[in-house]
């Protein structure tokens, strides 16, 4: 089994014939022989941990063949394979990380073992809170300030909102603004805003609008800056996009 955690950004997944759409802190689980990948959406900037578990055969973590099975059966299935993880989630992830990259040659065979000790409980520990996110019994909801944020950058496609604006029209000071906006949605205001727009261009792009218009339309300061965005978003540029648009698709 897979399991997907999005630290940041947003991604759209398909599991079968169904659709995902993730926002930053949310997990997705894709069980054995499923067919699954990237959504119809193209793969926008973020931050991806992805771990995959295969059926244990004996110990699993430092458990017993015993408790290695017994977990096995509660994660396929989870009661849910779209939902929020902890907080810790990310944190317990990064140290994994940090201790495997700071391994070194120079490292005593006792330190290695250490290593690979605490490897195993942090992993175990983040798979026990991603089952205990997972029988949460809804989504967060998103607020009623935050909402009409969102509604505002997508109703204004022509200009830039500032963050202390923004935060002014939902009655929110800016920080807190901020912190809450990224706590619900996954990413920055100031990112969405700037997704949005790019989501904007591709359609834009599709309907053989030029560059320049496009980024003047969207409230870029010069087609310039438009191109430099829309590559660090999208991978690829403008021009690129809308030919890559237009192909017809090869079997």
Known sequence: MEICHLVDGQQS??????EFFLNGGDVLVNYPYERHGTGVQREGRGTLYWMIIKPPRGSFLGLSAKESRRLWTLLNPLPRRHFRAKPETRKLLDKVFSLLENRTPLQTPS?????????????????????????????????????LAVELMKQSDDMFHSMRSLAREVGLSESRFKHRFKEEIGISPADYQLRHKIDRACQMLSENETIIDISFRLGFSSPQYFA?????????????HRVSDQSPDTP
């Open 228 to 240: 430099t965005v829309f590559r660090r978003y999208m991978g690829i540029s403008p021009v690129e």
């Open 111 to 147: 330190e290695d073992i250490m290593v690979g000790v605490n490897v195993k409980n942090y992993l175990l520990r983040c798979i026990l809170d991603l089952m205990e996110a997972a029988e949460m019994e809804t989504m967060p909801p998103i607020s009623r300030e935050i909402r």
């Open 13 to 18: 997944y398909r599991v079968g014939e169904e």
